[in-house]
C-alpha cells in the first residue's frame, strides 16, 4: 500500500494528472510481474530491476500519460511514481516483510504522508467531505489485512 502513498502524494503536488493514472503507475511493477506469471513467465528479476525493468516501464508510461493529457509535467511525474516503486521496494531487499510491524508502521506511514499532500489537490470545500478520508481508511484497511497476511 505504501506504493499508493506515492501516487497520492504525486497527485497533491501535480492537479492536472489523474488520480487514477498515478495509482495504477505506482503499482505498475507489479502489474506487470502479475500478468506475466499468469502466463508462466518468471521475471521478478526484471521487473524490479532499476534497468531494464523499471526505467523502460518509466518511459512507456511518460508516453502514455503525454498521450492521454498532452502535459509534459504530467508525462515526468508519471514517469517519477513509476520509479517510485523502486525505490520503495528497497526496504523489502532488506527484509523488511520478516518484521511485519515494521512494515506495517512503514507502509502506514507513506500512504498517511502521501494523503496528507493529496488534500492539497482537493478543493478546501471538498476537504471536509466523506471521500478524502475515505481514501485513507481504506488504503489503511487493506494495509492492515496485507499485515495479518504477512504475519500468519
Known amino acids: 500500500m505504501g506504493h499508493y502513498g506515492a501516487a497520492l502524494a504525486a497527485k497533491g503536488i501535480t492537479k492536472e494528472a489523474p488520480l487514477w493514472l498515478l495509482m495504477v503507475a505506482s503499482m505498475a511493477t507489479d502489474i506487470v510481474l502479475f500478468g506475466d506469471e499468469l502466463v508462466g513467465i518468471n521475471a521478478d ?48 531487499a532488506f527484509g523488511i516483510y520478516s518484521i511485519p510491524w515494521l512494515d506495517l508502521l512503514t507502509e502506514s506511514l507513506l500512504v498517511f504522508i502521501g494523503w ?37
Do not use: E
Request: hydrophobic share 60%; aromatic share 12%.
Open 45 to 92: 528479476q526484471v521487473h524490479h530491476s532499476l534497468w531494464p525493468g523499471n526505467i523502460l516501464l518509466a518511459i512507456g508510461f511518460a508516453i502514455f500519460a503525454f498521450a492521454l493529457t498532452r502535459s509534459l509535467p504530467v508525462s515526468a511525474i508519471i514517469a517519477v511514481v513509476v520509479l517510485s516503486h523502486w525505490i520503495l521496494d528497497i526496504p523489502v
Open 116 to 152: 496528507l499532500l493529496y488534500r492539497r489537490s482537493i478543493p478546501a470545500a471538498s476537504r471536509s467531505s466523506w471521500m478524502s478520508p475515505t481514501i485513507l481508511v481504506a488504503l489503511l484497511f487493506f494495509q492492515c489485512i496485507w499485515f495479518v497476511m504477512i504475519s500468519i
